[in-house]
Protein backbone atom coordinates (compact mmCIF):
# COMPACT_ATOMS: atom_id res chain seq x y z
CA UNK A 1 0.00 0.00 0.00
CA UNK A 2 1.09 3.53 -0.56
CA UNK A 3 0.01 7.01 0.54
CA UNK A 4 1.24 10.60 -0.30
CA UNK A 5 0.75 12.39 3.61
CA UNK A 6 3.01 14.10 5.99
CA UNK A 7 5.85 10.98 5.70
CA UNK A 8 7.73 9.04 8.89
CA UNK A 9 10.80 10.41 10.10
CA UNK A 10 13.61 8.68 9.79
CA UNK A 11 14.18 8.87 13.22
CA UNK A 12 10.74 7.24 13.90
CA UNK A 13 10.96 4.47 11.40
CA UNK A 14 12.65 1.63 13.38
CA UNK A 15 10.21 2.22 16.35
CA UNK A 16 6.78 2.38 14.45
CA UNK A 17 6.00 -0.87 14.88
CA UNK A 18 6.44 -0.93 18.98
CA UNK A 19 3.15 -0.60 21.15
CA UNK A 20 2.14 2.52 22.41
CA UNK A 21 4.65 4.39 20.01
CA UNK A 22 3.65 7.14 17.90
CA UNK A 23 5.58 9.32 15.12
CA UNK A 24 6.81 12.91 16.07
CA UNK A 25 4.39 15.76 15.51
CA UNK A 26 1.40 13.58 15.86
CA UNK A 27 0.51 14.35 19.38
CA UNK A 28 1.42 18.02 18.82
CA UNK A 29 -1.48 17.57 16.00
CA UNK A 30 -4.02 16.01 17.85
CA UNK A 31 -4.49 13.28 16.01
CA UNK A 32 -6.30 10.30 18.23
CA UNK A 33 -4.84 6.98 18.49
CA UNK A 34 -3.00 4.87 21.48
CA UNK A 35 -0.27 3.64 18.97
CA UNK A 36 -1.00 0.28 18.92
CA UNK A 37 -2.67 -0.05 15.39
CA UNK A 38 0.63 -1.10 13.46
CA UNK A 39 1.81 -2.63 16.48
CA UNK A 40 -1.33 -5.10 16.09
CA UNK A 41 -0.28 -5.44 12.48
CA UNK A 42 2.98 -6.56 12.68
CA UNK A 43 1.76 -9.01 15.34
CA UNK A 44 -0.65 -10.71 12.73
CA UNK A 45 2.05 -10.59 9.69
CA UNK A 46 4.49 -12.62 12.10
CA UNK A 47 2.05 -15.17 13.20
CA UNK A 48 1.08 -15.81 9.45
CA UNK A 49 5.28 -15.97 9.02
CA UNK A 50 5.39 -13.47 7.15
CA UNK A 51 7.03 -9.69 6.99
CA UNK A 52 6.41 -6.12 6.86
CA UNK A 53 8.24 -3.15 5.60
CA UNK A 54 8.03 0.69 5.40
CA UNK A 55 9.60 3.11 3.46
CA UNK A 56 9.07 6.66 3.48
CA UNK A 57 10.45 8.87 0.77
CA UNK A 58 9.93 13.07 0.66
CA UNK A 59 8.93 14.29 -2.53
CA UNK A 60 10.48 16.99 -4.18
CA UNK A 61 9.52 20.38 -3.63
CA UNK A 62 6.86 19.58 -1.03
CA UNK A 63 6.19 18.97 2.73
CA UNK A 64 4.81 15.25 1.78
CA UNK A 65 5.95 12.10 1.17
CA UNK A 66 5.46 8.55 -0.37
CA UNK A 67 5.01 6.30 1.99
CA UNK A 68 4.53 2.57 1.33
CA UNK A 69 3.78 -0.69 3.62
CA UNK A 70 4.73 -3.34 1.75
CA UNK A 71 3.48 -6.69 3.73
CA UNK A 72 5.04 -10.50 2.57
CA UNK A 73 3.07 -13.93 3.03
CA UNK A 74 4.38 -17.37 2.17
CA UNK A 75 2.62 -19.28 -0.43
Known amino acids: ?3 IGAGI ?4 INYIFEK ?3 GQGITKQ ?3 GT ?3 L ?3 KCLVNHLNGTIEVASQPL ?3 HQAM ?3 TVTLPD
Do not use: C, E, H, K
Not at 9 to 12: A, E, M, N, R, V
Open 35 to 37: GLG
Open 67 to 69: VSF
Open 20 to 22: FRR
Open 39 to 41: ALV
Open 30 to 32: AVP
Open 9 to 12: LPTD
Open 60 to 62: DNS
Open 1 to 3: MTN
